[in-house]
């Protein structure tokens, strides 16, 4: 049971290139989510999805785009990279039957 | 939305000692988690604790939903337990989803 997958662990950009955050459950959980850490600040939401075939925004959606590609998987998508959205991403997931979010071990991304 | 604040937001400790960390937030919610992230940057899932008090080793959590705050316990601290720690709270009818603090700092000296 690996729980919530992120891939990759790490990984460098130029601005303006695109990139797709991969994300995997394997809890049968419902609900999936993309987060955002910066320095010094805890995590926020850009995007998150309730149940498979529904996504809906977050706190801080502008500059990317998402797919519930089917139960298991949430993909993230940064069209064209900015060096603001140099940042470590979680992804979490949740069942329908609890509160408790579940987080995966995080992409740090780094756009020059 | 709502507020979630911790405080202190840095803790320095000497090894053995022990520590409370605050999270007050600002309206109802059906969802706290305390998280710890290590120095690699790994989230790891301390306590989820909506309500009422649980303990784990050295470690132990209350909520008081009602006057809307939770408190972290760590005794005996080791230096294994340096990082930031976070509350992350889901406020009722918010759609599942989570608000977290700024975090906590704590380094533990050996």
């Known amino acids: 049971n690996a729980g919530v997958t992120q891939t990759p662990k790490f990984q460098v950009l130029k601005t303006g290139q695109s990139m797709t955050l991969q994300c995997a459950q394997d809890?049968?959980?419902?609900?999936m989510y993309w987060y955002r850490q910066d320095p010094g600040m805890g995590l926020r939401l850009i995007y998150y999805s309730a149940s498979e075939g529904t996504t809906d925004k977050g706190e801080v959606p502008n500059g990317y785009n998402v797919s519930r590609l089917n139960k298991r998987e949430f993909s993230l998508r940064l069209e064209s990279a900015a060096p603001s959205q140099t940042s470590v991403y979680f992804c979490a997931s949740r069942p329908v039957w609890s509160t408790e979010a579940f987080f995966g071990q995080g992409t740090r991304l780094t756009v020059v | 939305g709502i507020q979630v604040e911790q405080s202190p937001p840095d803790l320095i400790l000497q090894e053995g000692a022990n520590s409370t960390l605050r999270c007050n937030f600002s309206?109802?919610?059906?969802?706290l988690q305390w998280f710890h992230q290590n120095p690699w940057g790994q989230l790891i899932n301390l306590f989820y604790?909506?309500?009422g008090t649980k303990q784990n080793g050295r470690l132990s959590a209350t909520t008081v939903a009602t006057e809307r705050y939770s408190l972290l316990y760590i005794s005996s601290s080791q230096t294994t337990d340096s990082g930031v720690y976070f509350c992350?709270?889901?406020?009722?009818?918010?759609?599942?989803?989570?608000?977290f603090g700024k975090g906590i700092t704590l380094s533990v000296r050996p």
């Open positions: 809890m049968n959980h419902n609900s």
């Open positions: 992350a709270v889901e406020q009722i009818g918010a759609n599942s989803k989570l608000t």
């Open positions: 604790i909506p309500s």
């Open positions: 309206d109802s919610v059906n969802n």
